[in-house]
């Protein structure tokens, strides 16, 4: 079930955090046991004492150099997943981990349009029966459920806030692991194509510069704790990991002054998209979709 919380998400406390070297792909986040009244409010079980833990891998595509992202909460009798950002090429192979992992997937996200390579999301939808497709609503794109900054998507008894961060495109969202006793620490932010290892998406698809230069500094990804892991949609020089911490000071654009930003990203010379001419017209009907499957979102308040 998706949920979406309309009440608006107060920034983190800072932290301070040398640079941290690079982290495995794989782990596995336990947390503290649930609260009674917790579970309650959420409508996730009658239970205290169920332990949720959130299943995490990082698998890749070579040919766009893609990461997606799959997420389970495995202390869950249902044992609900996720995918961020598939790949029509590796659909067979995530359904198959999914299978070997025993887990039931109910959402194929997305960050946002890509237009280097299409979304595996129609594919998983005509593939495995019940799996949703999310996207965020500024993306115009067709999807079962559209998301918007503020909203929580809630698997099992974990959740991933939503929080808009155009730059690269006017649709882009990172989706932020909860802030809890009951969710993963450190955090963890699936920032797409906005935000990269040292690095950020280039800027001359939809949006201004200072959309791109604002929003990280200011309010949605970089007030995060410094600890938070980053987890990008692509990287091509070999790096799977990286923190708020590590980017505020050793990212080469975003640690410049606004001018100097828009001075490298005018002059980044980067060669039209390869795939954009198919990716983009696909991504915007989420792969495969038909019309008829589309849904709308049951927003809830709190």
């Known amino acids: ?20 070297s690079l982290s495995s792909r794989s782990q ?14 959420r409508d996730f079980s009658t239970s205290s004492d169920l332990t949720t833990k959130l299943l995490f891998r990082q698998l890749f595509e070579k040919d766009s150099s893609t990461y997606t992202y799959l997420l389970a909460d495995v202390g869950h009798p249902d044992r609900p997943a996720l995918l961020i950002d598939p790949v029509d090429k590796t659909v067979d192979r995530d359904i198959s981990l999914v299978k070997d992992l025993g887990l039931r997937l109910i959402y194929a996200i997305n960050t946002h349009v890509h237009a280097d390579h299409v979304t595996g999301t129609g594919l998983l939808k005509t593939k495995v029966p019940g799996v949703k ?30 929080r808009a961060t155009p730059g690269h495109t006017q649709g882009c969202v990172t989706y932020v692991t909860g802030d809890g006793t009951d969710q993963p620490n450190p955090r963890m932010a699936f920032t797409g194509d906005t935000l990269l290892i040292r690095g950020c998406g280039r800027t001359d698809f939809q949006v201004s510069f200072w959309s791109t230069f604002d929003w990280f500094l200011l309010n949605q990804i970089f007030t995060l704790p410094k600890d938070t892991y980053i987890y990008p949609a692509h ?13 505020i000071q050793c990212n080469p654009r975003l640690t410049k002054d606004k001018e100097t930003f828009k001075s490298i990203m005018e002059n980044l010379n980067l060669p039209y998209p390869k795939m954009i001419d198919v990716a983009v017209p696909a991504n915007l009907v989420c792969g495969l979709q038909d019309d008829s499957s589309a849904e709308p979102v049951v927003a809830t308040s709190k």
């Open 28 to 41: 596995t986040f336990p947390s503290a046991k649930l609260r009674s009244s917790v579970s309650a409010m």
């Open 133 to 162: 497709s999310v996207i965020s609503k500024a993306s115009n794109s067709k999807a079962d459920m559209h998301v918007e900054a503020g909203d929580k998507i809630y698997f099992g008894y974990l959740f991933l806030e939503v």
């Open 1 to 20: 079930m998706l949920r979406v919380s309309l009440h608006r998400l107060s920034p983190s406390a800072r932290c301070s955090c040398s640079p941290r």
């Open 235 to 247: 990287d091509y020089k070999g790096f799977t990991v990286s923190t708020v911490g590590e980017e």
